[in-house]
C-alpha cells in the first residue's frame, strides 16, 4: 500500500496524532488503532504471501499497541512517516511470530514422534544412518497411529492428547483443558493422571497393534 492512500492521514495530522500519544491522550491509541490497522493488515497482506491471517493480524495489531504504550520508540525527526515506522514495527513482529510458529511445529513434530515410537535422538549404537531410518520409521508409525488414537476419544481426552504430544507437563494447563480448574488441587492431580493415563494407554495399544 502507497503511503500517499487517501485513507491515511497527511504528515501534519501524523505529527498530531503522535504528539496526542505522548501528552497520553486517552483516545488517542483508539484513534491510531481506527486510522492504520487496517492498512497495515491490508499492506502485510500484500508483502508476505502467507495463509496465517490470525498472525498478520497480530503482528499489526502489536506494532500499534506497542506505540501506543511507548510512544517515545517513534521518532518524527527520523525521516520516516508514522505509517512508515508502524509498517517496520509490524514487519518485524510478522517475522518474529512466523518464526515462533515454525519452531513450535518443528517441536511439535518431535515430540509427537518421540511419544509414539521413542527411537528419535540416534541408533542404539550412535550410528546417525540409523538415527535416520529410526526417525522414517517413527514418522511413518505417526501417521498410522495418531488416527487410531483419537478414534473413539471424547473433546476433552482429544485435548488432553494435543498437550501430551505439545510435550506439556503441568497439571494446571491440563487442568484448564478439562475444564476442571475450579476444583481442589489434589482432585485436578488425581483426574489429570487419569485422563493421562488412559490416552497414554491408547498410544501404547495403537502402538503395538501396528508394530
Known amino acids: 500500500m502507497d503511503e500517499t492512500s487517501n485513507s491515511l492521514p497527511s504528515p501534519k495530522e501524523e505529527l498530531s496524532l503522535h504528539r496526542r500519544l505522548v501528552d497520553l491522550d486517552p483516545t488517542a491509541p483508539m484513534d491510531l488503532a481506527v486510522t492504520y490497522l487496517t492498512p497495515l493488515i491490508d499492506w502485510l497482506s500484500t508483502s508476505y504471501k502467507t495463509d496465517r491471517d490470525d498472525l498478520r493480524n497480530e503482528a499489526a495489531g502489536q506494532a500499534i499497541c506497542d506505540l501506543s504504550k511507548e510512544p517515545s520508540i517513534y521518532d518524527p525527526n527520523r525521516g520516516k512517516t508514522l ?115 488412559k490416552v497414554n494407554k491408547r498410544i501404547e495399544r495403537a502402538r503395538q497393534d501396528h508394530g
Request: proline letters at 3%; aromatic letters at 4%.
Open 83 to 197: 505509517f512508515g515506522f508502524l509498517r517496520t514495527s509490524a514487519k518485524r513482529d510478522l517475522q518474529n511470530l512466523l518464526a515462533k510458529e515454525e519452531r513450535h511445529n518443528k517441536n511439535r513434530e518431535f515430540v509427537e514422534l518421540s511419544s509414539i515410537d521413542g527411537k528419535y535422538s540416534r541408533g542404539a549404537d550412535g550410528d546417525p544412518s540409523v538415527a535416520a531410518e529410526n526417525r522414517e520409521e517413527a514418522g511413518i508409525a505417526l501417521r498410522k497411529i495418531l488416527p487410531v488414537v483419537r478414534e473413539g476419544l471424547s473433546e476433552v481426552e482429544k485435548r488432553v492428547l494435543d498437550l501430551i504430544l505439545d510435550g506439556e507437563k503441568k497439571t494446571s494447563v491440563f487442568a484448564q483443558a478439562c475444564g476442571i480448574s475450579d476444583l481442589p488441587k489434589d482432585e485436578q492431580e488425581k483426574e489429570v493422571k487419569r485422563l493421562k493415563g
